[in-house]
């Protein structure tokens, strides 16, 4: 079995009874919750999977994070139901149809490079070497969506303590699972896969930088990267490669999928650092306002925030720097 319910402490215990409950009120909340509870338990397998993906199951012991936003959590049924995931299709949509019968066990992470210990660690190992924590985060993707999720895991500064990054160690570089038969929307994606995103070593060793294993209690569904991602909250959501498999120490600046990306007219649309700022837009959209998932039909945009609002934290790193040619 991939996961072990470690404690007796359930997700109801961390957490408020209505975020419990979103994910059927997002599913079914034209009925009464104890009506929607019961017509649950009575669908056939395969609607159930239609809409949620694959079956994750619980996370015991979590620990509350002092990282976590107080604004109210996005019903998970939008988190798992309008996703970004290229190797399983370019549609919000796609994903949680497309990555049910995706395989993530048995799952290994190999970590190499400039580092003194490279090993590998398998998904029993990425779970036991620090404290799972609920950190309830604002995610920010950079087409103006954004959500605010209790993510699972813990700094992934944990991880790169473990394997003691060598002097010449400057970035780190992400590279997500690509099995060209169980993801054959890849090919058609119009971007690069395996899909590769990085860090700066400083950004990857910031505590809020989160090695996630779950959300909402559990596991990961596939389609928000199982069986373990990267989240990094004050940048667009692109820089949270899922599904990872190798995570790489180098002395510069590694090629990314989106900066590699050439949009209309061969004009680059994505630079390395993403960070999350209203006052630099991409190049067809504003980025001054995001529209939070789960609001309504008829919600207002809420503006935008630097760096996600996650400034106190993390503009240090970044003092000196133009944003607008560092964008
Ligand atoms: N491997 C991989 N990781 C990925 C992506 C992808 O297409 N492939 N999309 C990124 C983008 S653009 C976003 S906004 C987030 C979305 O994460 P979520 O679906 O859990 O909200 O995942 C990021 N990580
Ligand atoms: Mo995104």
Redesign the pocket.
């Known amino acids: 079995m991939l996961i072990q319910n470690r404690g007796d402490l359930t997700y109801a215990d961390v957490t408020p009874r209505g975020l419990y409950m979103g994910r059927r009120n997002f599913l079914l909340g034209a009925l009464g919750t104890y009506g929607a509870v019961a017509l649950w338990k009575r669908l056939p397998g395969w609607m159930a999977g239609a809409v949620t993906g694959s079956v994750p199951r619980p996370l015991g012991n979590l620990v509350p994070s002092p990282f976590s936003t107080t604004e109210t959590a996005t019903p998970a049924g939008y988190?798992e139901s309008?996703?970004?995931?290229?190797?399983f299709g370019t549609d919000k949509a796609d994903?949680s149809r497309n990555a049910k019968n995706f395989v993530t066990s048995p799952w290994t992470v190999s970590v190499e490079g400039e580092v003194a210990k490279p090993r590998q660690f398998s998904m029993d190992e990425i779970l036991k070497l620090a404290p799972l924590e609920e950190r309830i985060y604002r995610?920010r993707?950079?087409?103006t969506w954004s959500?605010v999720v209790p993510w699972i895991g813990y700094s992934l500064s944990n991880l790169i303590k473990l394997v003691e990054p060598t002097s010449k160690a400057k970035y780190v570089a992400f590279e997500?699972y690509y099995d060209p038969r169980q993801m054959p929307w890849a090919s058609k994606a119009g971007?690069q896969i395996p899909?590769l995103?990085g860090l700066r070593l400083d950004e990857a060793m910031n505590p809020l930088t989160l090695l996630c294993v779950g959300m909402y209690a559990e596991t990961l569904p596939n389609?928000?990267?199982a069986p373990v991602?990267i989240v990094v909250p004050w940048k667009?959501?692109?820089k949270?490669?899922?599904?990872l498999v190798k995570i790489r120490f180098v002395k510069s600046e590694p090629l990314t999928t989106w900066d590699m990306f050439r949009g209309f007219g061969g004009m680059p649309e994505y630079g390395f650092y993403a960070n999350v700022n209203p006052h630099v837009d991409h190049p067809r959209w504003s980025q001054a306002k995001e529209h939070r998932l789960g609001g309504g039909l008829f919600a207002r945009p809420i503006p935008t925030l630097m760096f996600n609002g996650y400034g106190d934290q993390v503009a240090s790193m970044y003092a000196g720097m133009d944003l607008r040619k560092y964008f």
């Open positions: 988190v309008y996703n970004n995931f290229y190797e994903p995610h993707c950079v087409e959500i997500s971007i899909y995103e389609q928000d990267g991602r667009y959501g692109f949270s490669a899922k599904s």
